[in-house]
């Protein structure tokens, strides 16, 4: 099946500076989603990308398709974008389900 | 409108006992997805329903675990004779067909 890589596993930085978060992917792709999870659980969807660029805010994402890449960017960070970021992906051909990276754990202190 | 709502937030049962989880699926979405989430881990796929075709149940990891849909509606995840392992947060996505997933706050088990 498709692998899903994140880098870096994990990621400390001073509130205000910027970083970027990748994701590779072994296969083609149908669908990509970036989601953040806070520290109570919930999975909070950032962007529905397969494709392209978005920006929503301080946050925006890039998905080279015919690479197998994604980049999530995260500008002026601040306190509360402290958690995990996962980055999902789903293949053609078979069911809907999402196959999931091991994530990204951002810090950001004050 | 009103997102995935997952029931109960939490359960704690006894190893060997059965229990049910219950997903409800935003109003509209054809596609209703059960993953679960070990500590510290991503997600991992259980099961999947599209309207009226079969289910893709490929994710479950053994035979113990079970999951129905009434129609486009509610979904219950029914785990017999609990084990440790079982342990985990179970979460609930749903989606229009082939869209973007939206997740549910999640069940946390705990199998003591």
């Known amino acids: 099946g498709i692998q899903v890589e994140q880098s870096p596993p994990d990621l400390i930085l001073q509130e205000g500076a910027n970083s970027t978060l990748r994701c590779n992917f072994s296969d083609s792709v149908n669908n990509l989603q970036w989601f953040h999870q806070n520290p109570w659980g919930q999975l909070i969807n950032l962007f529905y990308i397969p494709s392209g660029t978005k920006q929503n805010g301080r946050l925006s994402a890039t998905t080279v398709a015919t690479e197998r890449y994604s980049l999530l960017y995260i500008s002026s960070s601040q306190t509360t974008d402290s958690g995990v970021y996962f980055c999902a992906v789903g293949t053609q051909g078979g069911s809907e389900k999402l196959v999931f990276g091991k994530g990204t754990k951002l810090t950001v202190n004050p | 409108g009103a997102g995935v709502s997952q029931s109960p937030s939490n359960k704690v049962t006894e190893k060997g006992k059965d229990v049910e989880l219950r997903c409800d699926p935003i109003s509209g979405h054809t596609a209703l997805y059960w993953y679960r989430q070990r500590l510290g881990q991503g997600l991992e796929f259980l099961i999947y329903?599209?309207?009226?075709?079969?289910?893709?149940k490929s994710g479950l990891p053994s035979d113990r675990f079970s999951a129905e849909r009434t129609g486009e509606s509610v979904s219950t995840l029914t785990i017999q004779r609990t084990q440790q392992e079982d342990s985990a947060v179970y979460l609930c996505?749903?989606?229009?067909?082939?869209?973007?997933?939206?997740f549910g706050p999640g069940t946390r088990l705990t199998v003591l």
């Open positions: 996505a749903s989606s229009l067909a082939w869209h973007e997933q939206f």
């Open positions: 329903f599209q309207g009226n075709s079969a289910p893709d």
